[in-house]
């Protein structure tokens, strides 16, 4: 990965946040997939010279971004149950797609400030 993006951390940080996305998508908890995050970004983040507190940062912050965002998360799964009382509710359109572009995006670009100012 290094030979890939060279020194250009913030292109490695950016790039570690839509993978931890797409792992956390798949899988749809946060908390199940930081072990996983975990090993494969500290070594990727000491290897790119992230400070602890980026790496920290890093590794939260991609296992967040496909929690609210999975149609299988409970943070999408439990409003859909309460608001499809009428059954006109839509659970991909109606709060996984809003999510997922209300939260996910700013988490990206916020992730990704705090891990290059940090």
Known sequence: AFD????NRGL?????LLVG???????????STI????????PLAVQ??????????????AAA???????A????????SGLNVDGQHDHMWDSVVPTFLHYNLPL???????AMTL
């Open 48 to 61: 790119f010279g992230f400070s602890p507190m980026a790496t920290v940062v890093l590794v939260g912050t």
């Open 108 to 114: 990206i670009a916020f992730g990704w400030l705090a």
């Open 65 to 71: 971004l496909g929690d609210a965002g999975s149609p």
């Open 35 to 42: 072990p996983i995050i975990a090993a494969i970004f500290v």
């Open 12 to 16: 490695a940080a950016l790039v570690m």
């Open 73 to 80: 998360s409970d943070s999408t799964l439990g409003p859909t």
């Open 21 to 31: 996305l797409f792992i956390t998508l798949g899988i749809g908890s946060s908390f």
């Open 4 to 7: 890939l993006f060279g020194d």
